[in-house]
């Protein structure tokens, strides 16, 4: 049994308010690029490919933080959707480069602004300052935790 000492309240737990707040996001996110024919999944390898695309899929998955059958996963739907297209390597044939197709350089162009409006709304109560503030902070927190 649970003694009222024992209890903590979500709300004063860094971990529960960065996870709540991130759901929030992700799901006026979500809602805003599935018109696109984009899910929250796949964006990511969108984003990293738009950065720099001829990359490997393990270096796309090095880029995203994902596990290579994950990352294989999802460019099988964004070739599927004819986003992505991967080509042999020339110099060394073990290897598959992953490259934007012109339709997934437009549906990226068309998403940045899904991009920015999460962003100003997530932020819209915070001063200028305070913006600043609140990512440098949750950079230190995730710092903490993956010691970079």
Known sequence: ???NNDY??????VGFLLWDANRAMNREFSGRIVRHGVTLGLWPYLRALWE??????????????MKGP????????????????REGDKKDARKINVFLTPEGRKVYRKVIPEVEAVNRQS?????????????????????????S
Do not use: Y
């Not at 903590?8 to 737990?13: A, G, Y």
């Not at 996963?73 to 297209?85: F, H, I, Q, S, W």
């Open 1 to 3: 049994m649970m003694d």
């Open 8 to 13: 903590f309240d979500p709300e004063d737990t």
């Open 52 to 65: 720099g695309d001829g990359v490997t899929q393990r270096e796309l998955s090095e880029k995203v933080r």
């Open 70 to 85: 994950t990352t294989v996963a999802a460019l099988n739907k964004l070739e599927d959707k004819g986003l992505v297209r």
């Open 123 to 147: 932020l819209a109560n915070l001063s200028d300052d305070e913006k600043i503030a609140v990512k440098n902070l949750i950079r230190r927190i995730r710092n903490s935790i993956t010691g």
